[in-house]
């Protein structure tokens, strides 16, 4: 039977913090929405095999926590990003901060208070192209929730939906029937939208005080993070922005795609970290 805090219970959708003895540099990695660390354990991966140490947060109501996620407020995850990037640079001398989709404007806020050596962002979230975006403050106040899944016809044998259904609740069991009732009544309260809009707006108003090397990669097929969107953000920076574009859509984190290559290739490009703690 699905309920909501039976998911996200694997292993993969902890936070972790992966050390080794002869680490000189750590990265912070930083999920998007709806996301736990299991976003971006491929870079987390990537960089501990290269030698580095490797955090990835878990935002507060994100995960085993999405019962609470509605209560949840941006400060919230901010000051988790804030205070794992200060309690790993009182251990490591270089910090890479990495931020994913939300993750991005969350990490782009951090940096700009508390400095990391570098800053990747990988299709940084600052808003999202739709009329009633900009309107969410004022609809909270009258649309208190919104049967996500009751939007949608939702046809529980469609590979796609249920590939859809399992990106947002992945250890849900689809073809038990109280688990898809229970799907079609759950609720998200449009004061979460609100919070996520705001953090996308603090975001693009932080980047003007972020001053370490800022490195973006963007997929040009992104529908969700636009790249004309990603372009405004890269002049917000005051040193400008070292901007990948990548043959990819929104999910960049994936071995599987073609672009992995080229991500791949980037993220090693900071190994001077590692060594120097310059970039490159």
């Known amino acids: 039977m699905y309920g909501l805090d039976q998911t996200f219970q694997a292993a993969e959708h902890q936070p972790f913090l992966w050390t080794q003895s002869d680490a000189q540099a750590a990265a912070l990695l930083v999920h998007g929405f709806p996301g736990t660390p299991a976003d971006v354990r491929p870079i987390a991966d990537m960089l501990f ?27 919230e995850w901010i000051e988790a990003v804030r205070r794992a990037l200060a309690d790993l640079k009182r251990s490591y001398p270089s910090v890479l901060l990495v931020g994913y989709s939300l993750g991005g404007a969350l990490a782009v806020q951090v940096a700009a208070v508390e400095r990391p ?16 975006w900009p309107m969410l403050p004022v609809i909270r106040r009258v649309l208190p929730a919104v049967p996500i899944f009751r939007l949608l016809r939702l046809d529980f044998s469609d590979p796609e939906t249920r590939a859809s259904i399992l990106n947002f609740v992945p250890d849900a069991d689809l073809d038990d029937p109280q688990t898809q009732q229970a799907i079609r009544d759950f ?39 636009r790249p004309y969107l990603t372009a405004q953000l890269v002049r917000r920076f005051p040193n400008g922005a070292r901007l990948l574009e990548v043959q990819a859509d929104h999910v960049l984190i994936d071995p599987r795609t073609l672009a ?9 490009d900071f190994r001077g970290l590692a060594t120097t703690g310059n970039v490159g």
């Not at 947060?57 to 996620?69: D, H, M, N, W």
Request: hydrophobic content about 55%; cysteine-free; aromatic content about 8%.
């Open 49 to 75: 095999a290269a030698g580095w140490a490797v955090q990835a947060v878990l935002l507060p109501g994100f995960g085993s926590q999405i019962a609470t996620l509605g209560q949840r407020q941006s400060v």
């Open 260 to 268: 992995w290559a080229k991500i791949r290739e980037v993220l090693l």
């Open 187 to 225: 609720r998200l309260p449009v004061s979460l939208f609100a919070e996520v809009r705001k953090a996308g707006v603090m975001g693009f108003r932080a980047a003007p005080q972020v001053r370490v090397p800022v490195t973006i990669i963007q997929g040009v097929q992104d529908e969700l993070v």
């Open 117 to 132: 050596a570098a800053l990747l962002l990988l299709a940084p979230f600052w808003k999202l192209e739709h009329p009633l």
